[in-house]
């Protein structure tokens, strides 16, 4: 039996020699703290679980649904979009439901790439903008996200023939694992860009409402000309702590949405019709209390993140959005990998290397938020006691 030629070019997971480690410390009885995986610790709040309780016993949600979605949960999100983002959405063509972002992320390679075709991924980025464009037989082009331009790519330093072979570019704000926010200006250079080039962009709205410190993230469909050149991937799972439940949107540019459609209709049978009418009570203004206080328990965490790395002389800016603190490796480590190994060793904590987001990582690691106050307590109390 061998897997396809497209599959062995997947590089061979980077936590897996860290992963192990886990393992073998596990099972000697050693008590390991995870700040490793970015799932919130905390339940789906009660309003969707009471929507999605009543939704399961409606016999009309049994049956395969449209990969259309439901005109209540598309009427949902365009509300959303207004009242949240100030955009503008036609509900009929412009919005289609989607099995969690990553379903999108990956199926939007194969709706729109040929091999030979290059797809411009952010790095340190979300491993999909890599996996997905391999998987599709075509290349990613990794866009190195500079920390002094605010975490963005320098979109002038993109090779033109590059460019011109591009059909898709992924960019993801706020952003995952670097906790950057998009600085003012940038996605208007992306637009002009994007239609210089003819490119696709694809934003990835994983993270825009877990945001701290009075900061809105915008949707990059409240850019000018945004709509003309891309869609938004809006993912319910962070923000409202609904990971397993599979509930994301792509909005936007609707003859992107009609192409993705029909690659969908051969793939996939639509997103469960009670998972929607749960998003629907998710993306209702009743909502809103429950997302602030989810921020507010980041917020917390966050700061208590960064002061126990500054205890420890890690110089870490605190980021204003995602569940996420991405901090430089001590002086004296060769790698990310041989400093959050070194800390496994030492304080039985996970953290994850920045260069398994890409090259661009390296000298980096990442701390996630989604850790329990007792045990996040735990982890930076012995953080600390490494000393600085
Ligand atoms: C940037 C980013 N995009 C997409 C996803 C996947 O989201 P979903 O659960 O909707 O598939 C994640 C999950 O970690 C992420 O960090």
């Given at each position: 039996m061998r897997p396809s030629k497209r599959?062995?070019?997947i590089p061979p997971y980077a936590f897996a020699q860290l992963e192990r480690k886990i393992a073998e410390k596990l099972a000697a009885g050693v008590d390991v703290i995870s700040l490793g995986i970015g799932d919130p610790d905390r339940p789906t709040p009660p309003l969707i679980v009471e929507a999605m309780q009543e939704?399961?016993?409606e016999a009309e949600t049994h049956r395969y649904p449209s990969n259309r979605g439901r005109a209540d949960f598309r009427a949902a999100v365009r509300d959303f979009y207004e009242r949240r983002f100030?955009?503008?959405?036609d509900a009929?063509?412009?919005i289609i439901p989607a099995i969690g972002a990553k379903e999108a992320i990956f199926n939007l390679n194969l709706?729109?790439?040929d091999p030979g075709d290059y797809a411009l991924a952010a790095d340190p980025g979300y491993p999909v903008y890599t996996s997905g464009p391999w998987l599709a037989g075509a290349e990613p082009v990794l866009m190195a996200l500079e920390p002094e331009r605010g975490f963005t790519p320098d979109l002038e330093a993109i090779d033109d023939e590059v460019a011109a072979a591009s059909k898709l570019m992924y960019l993801n704000y706020p952003n995952n694992p670097t906790g950057a926010v998009v600085p003012e200006g940038f996605f208007e250079h992306v637009v002009a860009f994007a239609?210089?080039?003819e490119i696709l962009v694809v934003h990835d709205n994983a993270y825009s409402e877990i945001v701290f410190d009075g900061y809105r993230a915008p949707s990059f469909l409240a850019t000018p000309g945004a709509k003309e050149v891309g869609i938004e991937v809006f993912s319910l799972s962070k923000g409202y702590n609904m990971t397993g439940w599979r509930c994301a949107v792509v909005v936007g540019n609707a003859e992107a949405i009609?192409?993705?459609w029909r690659l969908k209709t051969n793939i996939d049978s639509g997103l469960f019709e009670a998972v929607q009418l749960a998003g629907v009570a998710a993306l209702s203004p009743d909502c809103d209390a429950e997302v602030a206080s989810m921020n507010e328990l980041y917020r917390r965490r966050r700061d208590l993140v960064c002061e126990a790395l500054r205890g420890i002389g890690v110089e870490v800016?605190?980021?204003h959005g995602t569940i996420y603190v991405w901090a430089p490796v001590p002086d004296g480590f060769a790698s990310s990998a041989a400093y959050c190994e070194h800390v496994l060793e030492q304080a039985a904590v996970v953290l994850s290397p920045g260069a398994i987001y890409g090259p661009a990582g390296e000298g980096w690691f990442r701390i996630s938020l989604t850790t329990p106050d007792d045990r996040l307590l735990e982890a930076v109390e012995r953080l600390g006691a490494l000393g600085g």
């Open positions: 599959l062995e070019r939704a399961v016993t100030d955009v503008t959405l009929e063509r412009e709706a729109f790439l239609r210089a080039n009609e192409t993705y800016t605190p980021p």
